[in-house]
């Protein structure tokens, strides 16, 4: 019985040392699941903060793609300095044709009131013009009476008989 008994408490230790090898174990998975867990979640909190810097990574290549598309069309324009002394050249152009403009309205204003003198001229011409033709049909026109004198009433009667008519300018 003793065998037996030592055999029971052998097994009894054997199986306390199992059991307490089986408790370690599941305190060893158990800090090995927090471990994994811990690392788990640190990997989270790492992808999450990987994508706000894959983010801000592709706006800053955005902003830089959009920056170069700039920089391309501004060089194509010219320089504030140069555009300034365009305008100013411009500006100075556009003075000198403004002069000339000017001048050119008052030398047409000065036409057109010379223009009209002179048909106010033309006309005061024809109506003494027409005096005077008038005055030739008269019988007793001295001119008419000195073409007959000289001998050629003929002339004298052709030339200036009641039909005839003055040629006329026309006014516009």
Known sequence: MLSTLSQCEFSMGKTLLVYDMNLREMENYEKIYKEIESSIAGA????AECKKQILQAKRIRKNRQEYDALAKVIQHHPDRHE???ELEILGKELEHLSHIKENIEDKLDLR?????VLLNTIHELQQTLEKIYSGLHQEKNPYREFLI???TKSEAAAALT???KLPLVTIL
């Not at 989270?44 to 992808?47: A, D, F, V």
């Not at 057109?112 to 009209?116: I, L």
Request: glycine content about 6%; cysteine-free; overall charge positive.
């Open 112 to 116: 057109r009131k010379q223009f009209y």
């Open 83 to 85: 555009t300034l002394k």
């Open 44 to 47: 989270h909190e790492k992808i």
């Open 149 to 151: 004198k000289r001998g």
């Open 162 to 164: 009641p039909n005839d």
